[in-house]
């Protein structure tokens, strides 16, 4: 920053600091006499500890009860104790940001989780932004390659387009997220672990996205023994990093690992704060919170973010209260099968289930036709599964059945994947074409 730019922020400058007492910690949340503060601010609580001497955590304004300012820590609150001074910034939570920053592995603070220093020169940007004015997104007309064939041919994605891939636990959402950040063909890929096991996290980082993936990839991670704060606070940075990113002129593509542990972690501060809990237990603040943040990526006038954000759903039902708003937001939605999972068809999308909402809008002509015909040839085998499996019906009843028993095998055979195999998109393209064209 020039000398000029900061001779501009002096007349903005605090010329004292503002401090309050801790006076009671209630769960997860801290109630302090002062300082005067703003929802969102980052406050330093300073320990005096017998044991481990002085320190400093941090903690997040959360809310008020009359003039008794609640936080919630980002670390641990064991040595708290009343009477501990708490001092304001008036600041948001901010992150250092940079292209140093990829290859990395992130905590959702932004700092590297393997102990090394954040590199020089980085910029400093605040985690929460406002989403780009809807009148000044451009359309979406390109389509982005993720490298998987029954996205690419059946589920055609554009640059900037958000979806969903919607799935119960152990059907392979980790798995699919590795073989797209390892194929696209993104400028650059981050990823958000929000509430992960510690132990699938180098999993993730070491097997599904390897030296290639990782290598044009920034990893932020957040473990599910971590404080709801700071799972809350790994999907934002890592979106805020996306957008540096972006406005920068790169189409990011950006991964969250998932969006249903975002809305788990909001609904934990919002019973803590005090709110009612909605629906199925769900704080009015979690149905608030997640258009702000799935909003926020797509593109703008600078560049573009891809995103595929994964949605856990409670015993495989579609229409539980967080995949049904997120379905809602997001501009289509992938859905893995269990069925398809257990009879070894990896990745396991239910083309029949899922949708692009921006397909016909990027693809050719001929490409949407093929997917038309595949998807009804599909459609017409698995209305009809029970009958041919039982025998009960008899070839010549009927030439669309005949026909989809013909292409049935073809059609699996062409949603299968191996897990390294990589397939361009004009690759999945002309596959499927031919395929509809009658190339059996």
């Known amino acids: 920053m020039k000398a000029v730019d900061l001779i501009q922020h002096i007349p903005n400058l605090s010329t004292f600091k503002k401090y309050g007492r801790v006076n009671r910690v209630v769960g997860l949340m801290i109630e302090s006499q002062g300082p005067e503060s703003s929802i969102g601010d980052v406050c330093k609580i300073h320990i005096n500890s017998s044991k481990n001497g002085y320190s400093v955590i941090l903690a997040e304004v959360v809310g008020f009860k009359e003039e008794i300012v609640v936080l919630m820590p980002y670390t641990n609150i064991r040595e708290i104790s009343t009477g501990c001074l708490v001092e304001g910034t008036n600041r948001p939570l901010e992150v250092k940001v940079g292209p140093e920053l990829i290859g990395k ?19 400093t940007v605040g985690t929460e932004q406002d989403p780009p004015n809807p009148l000044t997104r451009p ?31 152990g059907v392979g ?20 672990l929000i509430g992960e096991r510690g132990r699938e996290v180098r999993e993730f980082i070491e097997r599904d996205l390897g030296k290639e993936g990782l290598a044009k990839s920034i990893v932020v991670a957040a473990t599910s023994d971590q404080p709801a704060l700071m799972r809350i606070k790994g999907a934002f940075t890592a979106t805020a990093i996306a957008e540096y990113f972006r406005d920068k002129g790169l189409n990011v593509m950006l991964m969250m690992d998932s969006v249903t542990r975002v809305a788990m972690a909001q609904r934990e501060i919002g019973l803590a704060v005090g709110e009612p809990p909605a629906t199925r237990g769900y704080t009015p603040s979690v149905f608030s919170i997640l258009p702000k ?17 994964t949605v ?7 229409n539980e209260p967080i995949a049904d708003t997120v379905r809602g937001i997001l501009d289509g939605h992938i859905v893995l099968d269990r069925s398809l999972a257990n009879k070894g068809q990896y990745p396991a999308i239910n083309v029949l289930k899922s949708i692009s909402r921006l397909m016909n809008h990027i693809s050719e002509e001929k490409h949407i036709k093929a997917a038309e015909r595949l998807r009804d040839l599909y459609f017409t085998y698995n209305k009809s599964e029970d009958l041919i499996n039982i025998g009960a019906y008899k070839r010549g009843t009927s030439k669309e059945i005949d026909e989809a028993i013909l292409y049935e095998p073809l059609i699996t055979s062409f949603l299968k994947q191996g897990y390294m195999d990589k397939v361009s998109l004009v690759e999945s393209v002309n596959e499927l074409v031919t395929l509809s064209d009658g190339g059996v």
């Open 312 to 318: 856990l759903v409670d015993g495989d039902d579609m």
């Open 173 to 192: 959402k980790s798995t699919l997220l590795g073989m797209i950040a390892r194929n696209t063909n993104a400028d650059l890929n981050v990823i958000a």
């Open 139 to 169: 359309p979406i007309h390109e389509r982005m390659e993720v490298g998987v064939k029954a996205i690419d041919g059946m589920l055609t994605v554009g640059k900037g387009q958000r979806v969903g891939i919607f799935a119960g636990s």
């Open 105 to 123: 592995v992130l905590d959702s603070m932004g700092n590297p989780i393997d102990g090394t220093v954040l590199p020089k020169g980085l910029r």
């Open 293 to 309: 943040l799935l909003e926020r990526t797509g593109t703008n006038e600078h560049g573009s973010i891809t995103a595929f954000y």
